[in-house]
């Protein structure tokens, strides 16, 4: 470089280290908050409320995810100190790390389209609801409503006959604009979401086949109108979670909406539109979004919810106050032990969402400090774990997760077909092996559809098919199965000795009916999408032709098997998973026969009118205590009649800076991100 | 010099046009379509999922969609993206692309510089212990697996050492209170190197006109004032220390790029160099008693320059392709980490758009070195 | 347009070919002796070319690590077939049984431990060494197939056949590839030998394509190829015996850079789990990512180190040979006259 | 030692200068044993084969040698200043300020992407001759003139250049520093001969304006005869006869000067039978043992074989043969 390069060099170096001197402190003087009064009225859950409910295909990206239930332990609360009264000099940024952008701040478009698990992070719990699960339990419990709804009955009104309800509502809840949170605000955003036929999350959230109109038949007390009568799954765990919309801001923009033409463009217009200082009447309210970099949440001075103290029973009773404004308990009279105790806040007075491109720069950016916690769907992978937990200042949780992996069959060939196949193939499979030896506890054998953390719909009791047994064991019993059914071998397998290892492979397998059982291929995610699912796929495929049932496991990419499973239905057996949620009416979208046409969700065709009548049942059911016996009910039949075979799920692990900042409680379903963050009752050190 | 240009504009329009053709059938031909990967939800009813397919426009014959796609094309909005309905293709990349530009055109240019510095000297001392050191290290820099190589820089750099942050291209703490956003403070970034570029380029012409023998140190005295200027414009904007933010976050990646693709231009340069330095000329000014280091660099680096930059279009698009890799790592949401996104997520129009974006950029690149070779070479006139 | 000097590194006009220039044909001569003279010339040239390649040591030391990994290649069916049992050391669906404790430092029986699904890192590498040579000389062969074929057609025929092969390659390395292979193994899954047939027949028809048509140029013009017209050869007996045997020594030297470009693509898609493959290094990799193991540092070194270091150690030796080729087919490079 | 023309002390001596290049191949003897003298204001001829060491001597007295190059024996005394033992940056001084060199290729000795006016400023700048750019710019206007070159055309590229203009122009930048000696490297090769015939002409001219000492490297025998005092012969790497211009021409006493005289047509029209050389120069890796001219040469002997040749001295002039021509014709005692 020449002399005058260097000069410039030099020059511009120091000019920019002058500037660096001047301008530091820009950032610090903006924030100081008020300290806000809490009015009155009614109980709020301290987390968010949850919205969307999707079971969608796992993948590694964003699908929409709530849902949670209690895990069974649970600990003493801590002891929580006094709410965020005063003012401190230093301010509390809860930072949390997330791995990709939003993409949108509309919440129409999040429930709609753009239904992504980080929107749900950042964007969940922002809006009243009416009811919402309880933290850790996962009982129903309301939230703006203040007490239970009035049982459905029937009504006739100018000759159509409506199912209907009454809400009654809690006085004081303000949104940020000054303005009550009313039964107009709830009956506004219902109809939007039926008029304008809005999509994504929506239809299961308001149903138009259920819902027929709301009515506010006075700012706080709401009537429900549906047009027949909802089962659980429409009303008490559907229409009584959606999330609530300011009235007076939205009005005007879904007014300009409709009159974008089709229906389509309307619906276009309302998600493109971009929120400026939309009300919020949740803990905190959205104040920034540098895109691509973080979004932050500031927090609401007037949250209705911070001081309410919530108390749960390890009788089951659920207590929640907040003194000067309303007090209630339900599931039994509060007293006795004490599970959990907590009481909103909330202490931080932002919380900033942190953009990382990659697992790794997460982790690395918590363990420098960057991030108090990360929020992220699959949770911490073993080697990351174990890195963390021995790292100062870091404390690594783990919680049961919402999801499931399952083998499917095709019984549209034989010899899936065939129960005693299935079952043979549930036999040879050992899951325990799998998931504890192989894949070092990395993964939970599972035998039911609901995962055992969904505590309320969990049917232990379930036939459990092969646990227990030792390889040689299993192939007996699996060969015995299929001779007893009629099969044939040309060459019988045969076992060692110590009954260790298959001295012999069976050879020629042949069908009841005299044919040989065809070559069979087991789609399964390569091992570059999910090495957990394509080490499953490889060892069936190995247990398999021990025993001379020709199958190949096919590792493909995910979408080919979307392709060929759901939209061709052409395939033998696969192997995907699902996310759940807790109220497990997903059975019903699995295995009712109804589902079973193209595109259906029943893509393995699974037709049982025992089944289906099972299925029906439940949908209709409007009491969660018999609906509990359905779901028992269809959970043993399935396990028996085996349309999937249930194999594992994972863990969810996850860390926080111990160090900075403190939780009421962290065992819970799904983990702490199913609760966003806890945001509104993270305390600081 | 007109026809020249209405010519390659014309170039590039069908170039674009094929680009376009070709990326679409491209990802119409792949197997699985979108909206069932966002419809298999079971809560979604069969009606809206027929509308969701509607609304993305799923729903019609193969060809009007084609040219439904060419019209968003040419008109500039690409299309709405399906991961960000209902934002146009095209506001999505222009929110991503500042970022993207800013880091890889600074990267580049540091990594040509780097390349080309060391090219020469390797050549100049031809199988000194400095060649084979800058040989091997290159190569095996070079064919560093990229992901892996990018987050060990980080975890020394910014973990271990914690010198610098770990990625991302701004401190949420810092930028909380900015009144601006990122994408203005890009785009100041931009013109002020844009403004630069112009200055210095026009210096340096008004000297090679006016001095005309000049081989004075004036022109770039005054660009060195020039360059004295822009810190100082800086600090009267109040976002100087927005930019110096964004700055802090740009040297690990810009390091980690010039350690990763310095090798090629060095290697090039080499070769260059090498043959150059046969040339009579450089023999010439050697026999006129000028100092070694004047022959290095004013006459034989000088040529061997020529045959490098145009390589510097394949260094721009290699650097395109690393954003792929290494925006991810370095969680710096640019087109790079986009395309990864929308091929993941099976945003076909985003794939698209992203693709075209891409080819465009290369378009331009080379269009950039062709202009550059003009003023690099005498020789060459438009005709 | 802008005249220019040729683009790129220069292609050796007067560089020495596999079967010499021929400068001086007796057609009158039979056609064994003929092939007698050239091979003899090929040989001489070859020799030539050896001891050209030999002064360079990062070239040598490069072949050597090739010829390393090409054992390794060829020692992992032996292996298996001998002393590994397949249930064991199968490098995708083996397992580890003799301990548990996955994934297992280096011991005695797994010399470079285990992964976290409880397969041997040996066999892996070894396995994976395989596809990688499969991998980088299909792809080799596939783009000097068919760049020597564009080549020496667009410079035999010129005009519009020439235009239209070169606006396509004009075409293709605007493309950038890694974007390009990122979208295209996303969209069709692709396995080991369409990826490698597309990074292949993108070479092909594009950069190496441009090169090689201007080597052909320069040889196009030389008296010999008149000669052969003139001695009544067809078009496809002069680019096929004349032109393109000329083209050889350059199209070795871009078959390197080939397999350079497509392990690392292979590494890339992989480690992005993009490919439809059930082992290679880049699989290797991201089963470690995906376990989180990448950050460990020291505490996990076999997980990473030797794929990683086998990706660069093999694709910095193709491509150090590449460069120390240039220096044999380029007589300007070289450091003596000689 | 004979005495040149000019009666004083040679401006450079060159004694026993031997360069030899290391390749593959072995060692290649390109320069043996040379030894001559230049007086001040003298010029020399130098002609030979293309291939037999001309240019590797005019590279070597400018210590331009490539990296390959190594010199293995000699002096190369310029006003009594041996430049062999010379560091880099000390040569530096006294290349183009005491001699300089017009190229082989003028084409190829101009930076194409310079002016070339700023070529001829930057030796003179590198070199103190003028310390303002006004001064430099001045001085290039004035060689410019001296060449035949307009002044303006110093504003131009090379590229822009005819050939001739070319070579006037190196010969401009040759002439910049007022060097004491020109080596003259073929320099109108590559020109028509109309133009090479002008451009010899001013050469001569300028230097005996300025009283420069020059050496003239050829292979055409005629043109040397044109523009020197003296003429050396080389072959195969030695001088093999140095003498007068005159005294060469009118009577060579080597064979092969008499036989390169006879293959080239006279640049004087004189008519007379052109003979070809038989054979081929001898590889300088592998020299034929004795005389290198042995295997081409007509009246070669055992002796030639065996040993080189002593020199032979004729007054003024001398070769190195074992059967000096003039001894056979019996003329020239």
Redo the contacts between chains.
Sequence with gaps: M????W??VC??TL??F???G???E??R???VREVEVVVTATPGPGGSAQTG?????VG???D?TPGQQAASTTQPAAATPAPPTTTDATEN?Y?LGIS??L??TNYW?YL???G?IWNLYVLGGGKPVLYTYSAQRFDWVPSLAADFPTALAEETVGGQTFWTTEVPLKQGVKWSDGNDVTAEDFAFTAHTAAEL?L???W??IVDP?FFDHAEALDPYRLKIFFKQKPGLARWQFGQAFMPILSKAYWEPVVAEAKQAGEI?EQ??AL??HVPENEPTAGGFGFS?W?????A?KERNPDYYFADSTVTQYASGAYAESKPGAYEFAAYGAPGGDKTLEYTTGPYAD?A?Y????????T???L??G?IDFMLNPLG????????LEGEDGLTVIENPSTGVRYLGFNFRREPMDNKAFRQAVATLIDKEFLTS????GVAIPMYTMVPEGNVAWYNADVPLIGQGLSRGERIAQAVQMLKDAGFTWETEPRISEDGRFVEQPGEGLKMPNGEPVPEMDILAP????D?LRS?FA??I??WLNEVGIPVRAD???F??I??KV??QQDFDMWILGWRLTLYPD?LE??FHSR?AGL?G?NAGGYNNPEFDRLADQLLAETDVETARQQVFEMQAFLADDLPYVVLFDTPLVEAYRSDRITYPYTDSLGGLQNASGLTTLVQFK | MTSYLARRAGQMVLTLFLIVTLTFFLVQA????YA???????????E??E??K??FGLDKPLWQQYLVHMKNTFTGNFG?S??????PVMEVLA??LP?TVVLFLSATAVSFYVGFFLGKAIAWRRGGVLEYAATISGATLFTAFTPAFA?MM??IF??KL?WL??????D???????EV???HVFSYMLATAAVFIAFAFLTLLAARKLGRLGTG?MP??V??GG??V???V??FT?V??LA?DI?RHMILPIATLTLISFAGTMLLTRNSMLETMREDYVMAARAKGLPEKVVRDRHAARNALLPVITSLVYSLIFAIDGSVII???????GTG?TLL?AV???DLPLVMGSMVFIGLFSLLAHVIVDVLYVYLDPRIRYQ | MIERPPNQPPPAGEGVSLFGDAPEIDLSRGRVDLTLVRLRMAWRTLRDGWAVFVESRIGVLSLAIIAVFALMAFSHPILMATVWEPDVYDP??G?AFDR?D?PAPPNWRHPLGTD???RDILSQLLFSAKSEFILGITAALVTVGIATTVGAVAAYYGGLVDSLLMRLADLIIALPGISLLIVLS?LF?LNLFYLALIIGVLGGFGGTAIILKSQALSIRVKPYIEAARAAGGSHFHVIFVHIIPNLLPLSLLYMMFTVTGAIFAEAVL?F????????SWG?MI???????????GA??WWLVIPAGASITLLCSAFYLVGRALDEVVNPRLRRHDG | MPMTTADTEPVLKVVDLSLSYLTRQGPLQAVQSVSFELGRGQSLGLVGESGCGKTSIANCLMRLLPDNGRLTSGQILLDGQDLVPLSEEEMRHFRWGQMAMVFQAAMNALDPVYRVGQQVVEAIEAHGVEVTTAGARERVARLFRMVGLDPQLMERYPHEFSGGMRQRAVIAMALACDPSVIIADEPTTALDVIVQDRLLRELKGVQRELSMSMIYISHDIGVVAEVTDRIGVMYAGRLVELGDTADVFGAPMHPYTAALMSSFPSISGEKHELETLPGEPPNLANPPAGCPFHPRCAYATEECREEFPAQVQRGSRWTACWHPLTDMAGVGQ
Excluded at chain 1, 53 to 57: L, V
Excluded at chain 2, 327 to 333: R, T, Y
Aim: charged share 15%.
């Design positions: 020449r002399p005058a390069g000069l410039a020059i511009l000019c920019l002058a500037l660096l001047c301008t530091p820009v950032v003087e903006e924030v409910q999707t079971s969608a295909p590694q990206a964003p929409p940024v930072q990709a952008d993409t949108t478009a709609g389209p753009d992504t036929e999509s994504g999350n239809p299961s086949e389509i619906q276009k998600y493109a920034k540098e895109r691509g970099a973080f932050e932002s900033i942190s953009i990382y491109g990659s697992q790794d720069a982790v690395l950016a363990k420098k960057d911490l992978s073993r080697g990351l774990q174990e890195q030896t192989v894949l070092q390569s091992p570059g999408y090495p080490t490889i060892w495929e190995r590792l493909t990419g979408n080919l979307v392709e759901f939209d997903y979208a699995f589902h595109e969700h | 792949q197997p699985g379509d069932t990967f966002y419809s298999l939800n079971p809560d979604i009813p069969a809206a999922r509308q969701i509607a609304s709405v399906f991961g960000h309905y209902p934002r929110e991503r970022r987050l980080i975890w910014a973990f914690g942050p770990v990625g991302k291209f701004l949420p703490l810092i930028w909380r209170g900015a956003s990122a994408n140190r770039f005295l660009i060195a360059a004295a822009i810190p100082i800086w600090a109040g100087g220390y110096l700055l925006e991810g790592v370095f969680s710096w949401p980490m996104e993941r997520s099976e | 995708v669906t397992y548990f996955h976290s699904l409880g996303a899954n992989s992005l789990g993009l490919l439809d493959i059930r082992m699989i991201h089963t470690a990512n995906v376990g989180g193991y990448l950050l460990s505490n996990y």
